[in-house]
């Protein structure tokens, strides 16, 4: 069940980051989706996931010692967070796990109305944080389609993080690629 789940709400925000679908159609289709598919009733998808948001953000998941990295880094490079994750969740496991306090600034794709891989997301990012050298920023994320595609379109570094060693079956430009966060000192 979990296992449809995932396929379902993945092809939701790929379809968000074609700029298919709004954000909403999302958060409530794939949960309409999903229970029409399970037998459940799906008028409960708008209800469920409000509270699905407010419970995802209890779920931390601190991958490699990720804290004490981002901590390690702090006064030496600008972090910031930059995520199409909802700001309910989003605030909230920033905040639980303490990474929120050590980051530069936090964008959320919500907040700024614009979603990665989006050029136009990047460009509000740089707008806020003062001028750049793209050639010296740098995105880490785990997702082709939103971290990776948005860091070619903006012209930054991309650093594909991946630990489950798959397979990239695109023609994206992937600067660097990494199983372990901690490769990221090396690469600074």
């Known amino acids: 069940m979990l296992e449809r789940y995932s396929q379902i709400n993945k092809s939701y925000w790929e379809r968000l980051e074609r700029k298919e679908l709004t954000r909403q159609e999302v958060l409530v289709g794939r949960f309409q989706e999903f229970f029409e598919a399970e037998g459940l009733d799906p008028a409960v998808a708008a209800e469920f996931n409000e509270r699905y948001q407010l419970s995802l953000g209890d779920t931390i998941v601190l991958r490699d010692d990720s804290y004490?990295?981002?901590k390690s880094l702090g006064g030496k490079v600008k972090?910031?967070?930059?995520?199409?994750?909802?700001?309910?969740?989003?605030s909230k496991k920033l905040r639980l796990s303490g990474l929120g306090e050590l980051m530069d600034g936090i964008f959320l794709s919500e907040e700024l109305g614009i979603e990665k891989p989006d050029v136009r997301f990047f460009d509000k990012v740089f707008e806020e944080i003062g001028p750049v050298d793209k050639g010296q920023?740098?995105?880490?994320?785990?997702?082709?389609?939103?971290?990776?595609q948005g860091?070619?379109?903006?012209?930054?570094?991309?650093?594909?993080y991946n630990p489950e060693k798959k397979l990239c079956q695109s023609?994206?430009?992937?600067d660097h690629e990494i199983a372990d966060l901690h490769a990221i000192y090396d690469l600074l």
């Open 151 to 160: 860091g070619n379109h903006a012209g930054i570094v991309t650093c594909w």
């Open 68 to 70: 004490n990295l981002v």
């Open 79 to 90: 972090q910031y967070v930059v995520s199409n994750g909802t700001v309910a969740a989003q």
């Open 137 to 148: 920023v740098m995105i880490v994320g785990d997702s082709l389609t939103s971290d990776i």
């Open 171 to 174: 023609n994206l430009k992937i």
